[in-house]
């Protein structure tokens, strides 16, 4: 075995590791990953969701919850039914921005083999954005059954994105699919304006021979309910977007 490839971890009790992973930070990747484990959650699927964007934990904050004292606390942390774990559970952002690549490493290893996750259907893993050590370590250390890569329609996302693809087939992880995020706004005439360009996403799965998920609208409320600690697929059920994530989580 390469000396540099770390251990594969297993997670016999868990049926599917998806990764939810983007080139580029900002294009929703923690918004799909948190969403996505509350629509399948809603679909009857019991689900985890590993918030491994170190560097930018946005899980406590999605799903209203902050720092706790891990000498008293057992993790998994359940919220909305969900079995979340997070570094943001354990230091501030300003703390975690100066540990280093293996330190992180280390860390997203022990989520994985140090935490009782239990029985799952579904353990979602909100990767780091980009394509550099730590997303590698993961890829490589996590039984991942697949990969969902998240764009936005544009092509400087895209670049960025066929990024992520190439890494994931380097280290043959199979890419379930693409989804668009914020694909276009309807208005209150029901005209839907696609702002950040056109067809970025079915031209990603096109190139690379992978199934397109489908398009996520874009709608503040999204990003509202983000920041108040409810995703929007739990916060907006009857919303075009939460339809959308049924949608998405009937394909997965
Ligand atoms: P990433 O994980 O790729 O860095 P985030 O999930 O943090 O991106 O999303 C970036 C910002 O965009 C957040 O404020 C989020 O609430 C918002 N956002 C994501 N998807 C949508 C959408 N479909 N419509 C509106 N806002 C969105």
Redesign the pocket.
Known sequence: MNPQMPQKLSLPGVKQVIAVA?GK????????AANLALALHMSGHTVGLMDA?IY?P?VPIMFGLGTVNPQTTSFPLEKFGIRLMSMGFLVSPEQAVIWRGPKVAQAVQSFLGQIDWGQLDYLIIDLP?GTGDAQLTLSQSAPLTGAVI?TTPGEVSLIDARKGVKMFGEVRVPILGVVE??SYFTDATGAKTPIFGVGGGQKLADENHVPFLGE?????R??AC??NGEPMVRKHPDSP?AKAYMTLAATV
């Open positions: 983007s930070g900002g294009v929703g990747k923690s918004t799909v964007d930018g946005s954005p998240v995020n914020m996520l609208p874009i709608d503040p999204v990003a983000g920041d977007v």
